[in-house]
Structures are given as C-alpha cells and as structure tokens.
C-alpha cells in the first residue's frame, strides 16, 4: 500500500505504507539515534510528533515488552528508510510493523530520510500529515498546512496519568502497573502516602513524581536510588502534594510547549522552598518558567541519544539523550538566584540550572539513559543528598 507524508512547505515524499492505515497530522521531527525505537515509540514526549529516524535500518530486532517506556505508542507516525519485518531478539515477541498495527500507528518506509532530514534542519521542524487515504499532492499539503501548530498547545493533559498510582512493577507482567493506570480515570488526590508506604526500608525517601509524560526507566532509577515513589497527575494542586509529606518532589519529562502548562508553573512556585525539587525535559523547562523566566522554540530540537552536554563544574562531557523542541532562555533569568549547570556543545543552549538559595534543580536531558562514557545518573544521587541535608 502507497503512503504519502506531506510537510507545510509544500514537499511531498511518497513510500510505502507499514503498521496500520490511515492519516494523522503532526509536528514532524528528526531522531538520531541507532537503536532504541521502541523506546523512542512508547516516549510520550513525542505526543504530537511524526518521528523520522535517520538510522536506515529500523525494526531488525522486534518489540519486547520490557522495553516500552509507557503503556502505548505514544507517536503520531513513523518514518523510516528501510522497514525490517524480520526480527532476530531472543527477547522480542512481535515485529515493529505488527506492534504499530495494535495501537493504530501508521509507519512509512522508502523514502529519502537524509533528503528529509536535511530539508528539516535546513528550514527547521513543520507541520505535516501522513497518510494513506489519498495520492492528491496538494490535498494533502492543505491538510498539513490546517494541522495546529506545536507552539501554545498545551500536551501534557493528554500523557498524563488518570489517577494517583504507587510506583510498584511488577516483574511478571511488565505493562501490569501501566494497564492499571491507563484504565483508570478517577483521580485519587487523596491518597494517604505513609500508609503507601508503609513498611518500607528505613533510609528510604518518599518521593511525589509530576507525571508531565513520565517515562517507566526513570521511575526504576527514582527507586533504584532509594525512593518510594507515587505519581500523581500533572494538575494535581500543590497542596495535595504537600500534605503527602514527601521528601521531594520530581518533575518529569512531557511533550510541546511548556508555557500553556500555567497550572503546573503555579504549583512548582508554591512547591519551591518548601520541598527538594528535581526537574528534567519538561520540568526544567517549567521550573525556568516558575522563576520568572522565559523559554523558546528550537529550530530543530534535540532528538535523539548523541546530544554532547558539557557540566560546568567538572568540565566532564556527557553524552545524553533527548527530545524537546523548546529550550530555557538564559538571558531571562537574569536577576535571580541561580546558575547555568549544564550547556550543550552543539548550540550551547541551556542544559542544567541549580537555585543557590533553596533546594531545586534541573536538567534538559533525560539522565536515566546513559549512552555515553559519563553515567548521568548521578543526578538521581544528587536528588538523594538534596533530601537528606532537609530532613
């Protein structure tokens, strides 16, 4: 079956279809990364996008429960080089194209991903549609230029969870915990923490996790670092969270726009000063917004798990993986107290800040994954010693 993606400025690329029939619309961007589809996939900071990967081979080694990030694919299209419906993982139980099928997802393959990608760093990220209901050129164009624009929406409420949830996995069923959370649409604010709790090691921290979009693998590093974590949902009042007396709180990844999230930036300014707070993706860009700060549109952001970041206290280089389109304007920041932690090395835009008078800071990056020689995962242990000097 034919399919067609269309971008905003009037090219159309024309391949085959793989996954599941149909049109849908989005902000269509560019992955590097080499392996890790899956996860890019189940990353619910790709609400909203068509993920283009630049690696030419993807699907070679099928899906494995235990890899996904979320309880669903979480991207608006697929697009690839070379489809392999082959697989060869001992681990893997189904094929990329069967996993897109089950969620709705449509996937293209055969066409040009180095001329695309290049046209969206040359010009920068557009709107487009994928689709397989019609060959029309300019229909489909019209289609992508009526698609909403990545900017002033706000995504978040749409990956969020439905109710408060104790983070437990359960081994024997790796999407149990997230099955339950999806099927759920009544939210527990009430939810007693201590009695959640309850039982647990001394030396432990109990942890509240904003889930802006939270992924799975940084919910394992939170309590792989010695904290019992529940999530609660992104609009959750900052007072509900205080009254579950936490140690700290945890502001995770989420896709689009950080500005129309006014409800999260309110609460992060209630929660400031009061409890350990520790931002990543879009949660540093909330907490630059909370600060009185300013944040902007990316010409292409940052996808993919190469991103070079420089720490400025050691002069170590990290290479992290990301995915956001807006940055932390710096300049805006100017006047308060706090300072630049991080920068990366391609577009030296912001990557870390820390508050010098309160106990609060945050990365852009997303330090459970460690791509590269230096293992970011030490924020999760800064996080820890953070908790530890306001007890």
């Known amino acids: 079956m ?90 893997a139980k189904k094929g990329l194209g069967r996993y897109l099928e089950e969620y709705g997802v449509l996937g293209i393959q055969g066409i040009d991903t180095r001329a695309l990608t290049r046209r969206l760093r040359t010009w920068g990220v557009m709107r487009g549609v994928l689709s397989t209901e019609t060959s029309d050129h300019e229909e489909l164009v019209r289609r992508a230029l009526a698609s909403p624009s990545m900017v002033g929406r706000d995504l978040v409420k749409g990956v969020t969870c439905g109710a408060v949830y104790e983070w437990k996995q359960d081994d024997s069923d790796p999407m149990a915990w997230a099955k339950r959370n999806a099927s759920s649409q009544d939210p527990q604010l009430t939810l007693d923490f201590a009695g959640a709790s309850a039982g647990t090691e001394s030396g432990r921290f109990r942890v509240v996790a ?21 999530v609660v949902p992104a609009q959750t009042p900052a007072e509900t969270v205080l009254a579950m007396e936490p140690d700290g709180v945890f502001l995770s990844n989420g896709p689009g ?29 909330l907490i630059g917004l909370a600060l009185g700060g300013k944040t902007y549109k990316l010409k292409f952001g940052h996808h993919g798990s190469n991103q070079p970041v420089k720490r400025l206290d050691t002069g170590q280089v990290e290479i992290t993986a990301q995915n956001h389109g807006f940055a ?55 996080f820890r010693e953070m908790m530890v000097n306001e007890r």
């Open 210 to 230: 904003y889930d802006y979009g939270i992924k799975h693998n940084i919910l394992r590093q939170l309590t792989h670092h010695g904290c019992d974590v529940v």
């Open 2 to 91: 034919k399919a067609y993606l269309a971008l905003e400025d009037g090219t159309v690329f024309e391949g085959e279809a793989f996954g599941a029939p149909g049109e849908k619309t989005g902000e269509v961007i560019f992955n590097t990364s080499m392996t890790g589809y899956q996860e890019v996939l189940t990353d619910p900071s790709y609400s909203g996008q068509i993920v283009v990967m630049t690696y030419p081979l993807i699907g070679n080694y099928g899906i494995a429960e235990e890899d996904v990030e979320s309880h669903a694919v979480q991207v608006e299209g697929f697009v690839v080089r070379e489809y392999s419906e082959y697989f060869s993982n001992w681990r």
């Open 257 to 285: 726009d950080p500005e129309p999230a006014t409800y999260a930036i309110d609460n992060i300014r209630q929660l400031m000063g009061k409890k350990p707070i520790f931002g990543i993706c879009l949660g540093h860009q």
């Open 328 to 382: 932390v304007d710096i300049d805006s920041l100017k006047g308060v107290p706090v300072e630049l932690t991080h920068v990366n090395l391609n577009d030296d835009t912001v990557e870390g800040i820390e508050h010098r008078e309160v106990p609060l800071f945050s990365v852009q990056y997303h330090p459970e994954a460690s791509p590269g020689p230096h293992d970011p995962t030490y924020l999760f242990t800064k």
